[in-house]
């Protein structure tokens, strides 16, 4: 249930996000209600807290930020979000249990470590799978499963699985772990469990100096692959400015639509404009195809109205379009900020409540998908647009 390809996860293409070909949502508008599970009993949630003495103060930060989520939904693909913390997930398509993880913002076993981590080193340290970060570079000591949990201190991590690493969970001491188990229930404390697949335990190195913040104003992002090139327009055919070897740190200014680019089996036509005046196409950037956050550098995001259509903005953050008037229906498109959609027609359909309004009024939009008018600024039902 924890392995989630963070890299496949956060790239999108034209128009389309990724929800749209691989079922993914990141993200979700509208809130949990019939689905919702029962909270987390109050006496786990006490018990949450480092146990046992030993551990770097690093690693008992990354406890305490862990414990700080205690009661917060487990949901597959959570907490892989271009930043570290909760996110919505998504239905992984075998397990009915993560049905409706779309509609729960939390975090993956994976994706709770990472942000423990993040939260206590300030930097993204455990961005990966499970199995990634069983594997990863800062390890500062390794126990086998023979070992059991006698070794460990708070903070160190514990995996299993038997050839690929499918779960993980940060030890707190005393035999006792926090985790983020399964589809339909809460982050939670549990006894250790060392028989089974157990894997063995990690212990994480979080020294080093944590990166300042960008100077000029930016918004510092990660890049991914290798041999990666920025230029002097946002062209690949441009001179190029600058080449990384590997993963590294950039200062993103704006974000436009330009040249279509189709590189690593992902296509996207978005750049970001860096602080040093380069442009870089998103698909090298982590994080979704339109950075969240991160203002237009000019010009319009969207194509102009056609085919009889309205233009009209929406407000929120992490709405999402489906392929039917329906919430359960597949997530066609996610907007991780206010957007300009083009409407065709409009239509009563399945009656919706969310941020405090509701509204059975949806919107199809130009590409076949529909939204709900309730993230569409203007009257309930829309004016001058069409019945469908």
């Known amino acids: 249930m924890c392995t989630v390809n963070t890299t496949i996860r956060t790239r999108h293409v034209v128009g389309r996000s990724l929800a749209a070909v691989a079922g993914l949502a990141l993200s979700a508008a509208l809130p949990v209600t019939a689905h919702a599970a029962s909270a987390a009993p109050a006496s786990t949630q006490a018990a949450c807290r480092v146990l046992a003495p030993g551990a770097s103060g690093t690693a008992e930060a990354a406890v305490r930020a862990a414990c700080g989520q205690i009661g917060v939904w487990y949901s597959w693909g959570g907490g892989h979000g271009a930043t570290p913390g909760p996110t919505y997930g998504y239905y992984d398509g075998s397990d009915p249990d993560s049905l409706h993880d779309n509609e729960r913002r939390g975090f993956d076993c994976s994706g709770l470590t990472r942000y423990a981590y993040a939260r206590a080193t300030g930097r993204d340290l455990l961005n990966g799978t499970s199995d990634d970060q069983f594997h990863t570079s800062h390890a500062a000591a390794r126990f086998s499963a023979a070992q059991g949990s006698a070794p460990l201190l708070p903070g160190d991590l514990m995996f299993w699985g038997r050839g690929h690493i499918h779960h993980v969970a940060l030890y707190i001491g005393a035999g006792q772990m926090v985790e983020a188990y399964e589809s339909g229930t809460h982050i939670r404390v549990a006894p250790v469990r060392t028989g089974g697949d157990y894997a063995g335990a990690v212990r994480i190195d979080g020294s080093g100096t944590v990166p300042p913040p960008p100077a000029n104003g930016g918004t510092t992002f990660e890049t991914w692959g290798t041999r990666v090139r920025t230029h002097s327009s946002p062209s690949v055919n441009a001179s190029v400015v600058d080449t990384f070897p590997g993963p590294t740190q950039v200062s993103v200014m704006c974000q436009k639509h330009a040249e279509t680019v189709t590189a690593e089996g992902y296509t996207n036509d978005i750049w970001s404009r860096l602080s040093n005046g380069s442009w870089l196409t998103n698909i090298y950037i982590k994080g979704p195809a339109s950075l969240p956050g991160i203002p237009?550098?000019?010009?319009?995001?969207?194509?102009?109205?056609?085919?009889?259509?309205?233009?009209?903005?929406?407000?929120?953050?992490?709405?999402?379009?489906?392929?039917?008037?329906?919430?359960?229906?597949?997530?066609?498109?996610?907007?991780?900020?206010?957007?300009?959609?083009?409407?065709?027609?409009?239509?009563?359909?399945?009656?919706?409540?969310?941020?405090?309004?509701?509204?059975?009024?949806?919107?199809?939009?130009?590409?076949?998908?529909?939204?709900?008018?309730?993230?569409?600024?203007?009257?309930?039902?829309?004016?001058?647009?069409?019945?469908?």
Request: aromatic share 10%.
């Open 296 to 388: 237009d550098c000019g010009g319009s995001s969207t194509p102009p109205p056609s085919g009889g259509s309205k233009a009209f903005q929406t407000w929120g953050t992490a709405v999402r379009t489906h392929s039917e008037a329906d919430v359960n229906a597949p997530v066609v498109d996610y907007f991780p900020q206010p957007t300009t959609v083009n409407v065709v027609c409009q239509a009563h359909a399945q009656k919706v409540t969310a941020d405090g309004y509701t509204n059975d009024a949806w919107s199809r939009l130009t590409d076949g998908s529909w939204m709900t008018n309730i993230y569409i600024k203007g009257p309930e039902w829309l004016p001058g647009v069409p019945t469908c």
